[in-house]
């Protein structure tokens, strides 16, 4: 037999910890990111996918390059983090169960993630695999605020990649967890990540990545050598 996994642990910015949940990611949230990836937004329900737990990767970590792709991309995102659980969430009380934000990457094997989505097949493969989530320090939203607007941008080796404000999401921080909790009870420690700006693109090992949203602590990464047990 076999001990169980260890969950996975984030921090807050003032020191606790807690066990991350399930991951929550919104897909087509900017109009500009919608446009160069060749697909239509639908304005009247956001689209998402979810990734395991374990995919969650702390700031300043070196996140391996994954296997079975030759087109590795980054996505900045604002992640929310939900403190307090409820089915069926309204709009207007829907910051009632936020516990903080943070920054975070969506990582993507973006050929796999096409070849998936010209077959009509899930995004499994492109999206949910090991280190794909980096996530920065969690900050409470009584210190943020609702994050309704701010800079959000990603350099890679100090270069702007990214750069767009949290005002362009199509969907709202309120609506992306209200529309979730239709589907499922979130739960406390249930991560949103809400979408990227345009600008995503490839990177190669011993790139640098850093995703910066105005009021949170930036999320640094490295891209390491393919990954290997």
Known sequence: MFDPQPAT?????DGREFPVRRLFCIGRNYADHAKEMGVEVD?????YFTKWAETVMPSGSTIAYPPQTANYHYEAELVIVIGKGGRNIAVESALDHVMGFATGLDMTRRDLQLDARAKGRPWDTGKNFEESSPLGLVHPIAETG??????????????????????????????VIAYVSKGYRLEPGDLIYTGTPAGVGAVKPGDVLVVSIAGLTDTTVTIGDLARD
Do not use: C, W, Y
């Open 146 to 175: 609702d994050m309704a607007t701010g800079s959000i941008r990603l350099t890679v080796n100090g270069e702007v990649k990214q750069d767009a404000d949290l005002a362009d999401l199509i969907h709202s921080v309120p609506e």
């Open 9 to 13: 642990i984030a921090k807050l910015s």
């Open 43 to 47: 304005r009247e329900a956001p689209f």
